[in-house]
């Protein structure tokens, strides 16, 4: 979930709703504008504290919900599937083809 435009459009409808009320109570110019930009201020304050809080929120959300954590799998091999392992070395350049390990003490 994008939380980053939550502070901004709080901000805007707080500003819409005091603008309308300014406006509709005819209230003066300067004290109109000194009351939005005081108004948009706290309520991107407001919004920035919710965002975080939503943050936080999701993270800790994950993590409760993260079933690679509650599960180890474990895989069974045959036993003579790790001889083999043991005697062959893979090659770096190519991922097929195999090396025997010569061993030293023979």
Avoid: C, H
Avoid at 93 to 106: A, I, L, Q, R, S
């Amino acid at each position: 979930m994008k939380t980053k435009y939550i502070p901004p459009i709080i901000m805007l409808a707080a500003g819409l709703i005091r603008a309308i009320a300014g406006v509709f109570y005819r209230q003066d110019i300067k004290d109109f504008l000194w009351s939005i930009l005081i108004v948009m201020i706290i309520f991107y304050i407001i919004g920035s504290v919710v965002k975080v809080v939503l943050d936080k929120s999701i993270v800790i959300a994950e993590e409760e919900n993260n079933p690679e954590d509650d599960v180890d799998i474990v895989l069974d091999t045959p036993e003579g599937e790790d001889k083999e392992r043991e005697n062959f070395e893979q090659e770096p350049t190519d991922g097929f083809d195999f090396v025997e390990k010569v061993n030293e003490n023979e």
